[in-house]
């Protein structure tokens, strides 16, 4: 987007605010993948995120129970939140039904006493893509049980109106199909989502590979980018995240700045003034 036609944010007052709370940071990032929980920390430490997702898929309660007492993981992960001021984003990942992600969501608000939730509604196990329809309405139901609701979903503009309608604090539109590093695949799609949304808070989820994608992500105008294979699955996942966290810090300070405008001639950086007449005019000597 650039700012011929639209006013940029002001970098000086520039925070991202959802439902209400200051978040941190405009990375975002996932606690899977990672070789071991020592990497994990690092890499989280390193890119001092806005979010940390979590995810608990299918699962006994008894195994829940063990993963969140003393030595669990997910106790050890909100030790490491606590020091970087990220914030716990519970995930309804490997659902294909509104009412499994709505359990899901349940029981992760008492597990982890958190109301924020990313809503994910699988509809095909191939793509990973989101199924619209049971995605409206498990986040029609999550809303009015308070939950503020972050919902993974595709880059259709109704689809996305459709949810901001709802209420969901934001809305996360994929980048590429997730794990595939392929970035940002429809960039038309999404620049039309920001100047169509202009008030709503977007997030690019799933795709990304490389930091300058996410860079242009937000260059674009979206708010934050949601990401984990990037980073988990890198040679160094801790320098990888340091990484993405400069390019979305540019990315938005770009934004801020106010992008040029592309032209399609180019056009002289250096002035006319007090060349020969026959620059200034286009003739030749």
């Given at each position: 987007m650039?700012?011929?036609?639209?006013?940029?944010?002001?970098?000086?007052?520039d925070?991202l605010?959802?439902?209400?709370?200051?978040?941190?940071?405009?990375?975002w990032l996932?606690?899977?993948?990672?070789?071991?929980?020592?990497?994990?920390?690092?890499?989280?430490?390193?890119?001092?995120?806005g979010?940390?997702?979590?995810?608990?898929?299918?699962?006994?309660?008894?195994?829940?129970?063990?993963?969140?007492?003393?030595?669990g993981?997910?106790h050890?992960?909100?030790?490491?939140?606590?020091?970087?001021?990220?914030?716990l984003?519970?995930?309804?990942?490997?659902?294909?039904s509104?009412?499994?992600?709505?359990?899901?969501?349940?029981?992760?608000?008492?597990?982890?006493?958190?109301d924020?939730?990313?809503l994910?509604v699988?509809?095909d196990?191939?793509?990973?893509?989101?199924?619209?329809?049971?995605?409206?309405?498990?986040a029609?139901?999550?809303?009015?049980?308070?939950?503020?609701?972050?919902?993974?979903?595709?880059?259709d503009?109704?689809?996305?109106?459709?949810?901001?309608?709802?209420?969901?604090?934001?809305?996360?539109?994929?980048?590429?199909?997730?794990g595939?590093?392929?970035?940002?695949?429809?960039?038309y799609?999404?620049?039309?989502l920001?100047?169509r949304?202009?008030?709503?808070?977007l997030?690019?989820?799933?795709?990304?590979?490389?930091?300058?994608?996410?860079?242009?992500?937000?260059?674009?105008?979206?708010?934050?980018?949601?990401l984990?294979?990037?980073?988990?699955?890198a040679?160094?996942?801790?320098?990888?995240?340091?990484a993405?966290?400069?390019?979305?810090?540019?990315?938005?300070?770009?934004?801020c700045a106010?992008?040029?405008?592309?032209?399609d001639?180019?056009?002289p950086?250096?002035p006319?003034?007090?060349?020969p007449?026959?620059?200034?005019?286009?003739?030749?000597?």
């Amino acid at each position: 987007m650039n700012t011929e036609n639209n006013v940029a944010p002001d970098a000086g007052a520039d925070v991202l605010q959802i439902a209400g709370e200051t978040i941190s940071s405009r990375l975002w990032l996932g606690s899977s993948l990672y070789p071991s929980p020592q990497v994990m920390g690092d890499a989280i430490a390193a890119a001092t995120p806005g979010f940390v997702t979590v995810s608990l898929r299918r699962q006994s309660a008894a195994q829940v129970q063990e993963q969140v007492s003393e030595h669990g993981h997910w106790h050890l992960l909100h030790q490491q939140l606590a020091s970087t001021g990220a914030k716990l984003l519970p995930n309804t990942a490997g659902c294909h039904s509104a009412r499994e992600a709505i359990l899901l969501a349940q029981m992760a608000r008492e597990l982890f006493a958190t109301d924020w939730i990313k809503l994910e509604v699988i509809g095909d196990d191939y793509s990973l893509q989101p199924h619209p329809l049971q995605l409206v309405e498990a986040a029609r139901e999550l809303v009015a049980q308070g939950f503020k609701v972050l919902p993974y979903c595709t880059d259709d503009l109704v689809l996305c109106q459709t949810l901001l309608e709802l209420g969901c604090a934001a809305v996360m539109p994929w980048g590429a199909p997730i794990g595939t590093g392929k970035g940002l695949m429809n960039p038309y799609q999404l620049k039309t989502l920001r100047e169509r949304l202009p008030q709503a808070v977007l997030v690019v989820d799933a795709g990304l590979g490389k930091p300058s994608q996410a860079m242009a992500a937000l260059e674009m105008g979206f708010d934050a980018v949601l990401l984990n294979t990037a980073v988990a699955r890198a040679h160094d996942p801790a320098a990888m995240a340091a990484a993405f966290r400069q390019a979305v810090d540019g990315g938005r300070a770009a934004y801020c700045a106010g992008l040029m405008c592309e032209r399609d001639q180019a056009s002289p950086s250096t002035p006319t003034l007090g060349l020969p007449f026959w620059h200034q005019s286009g003739g030749t000597a």
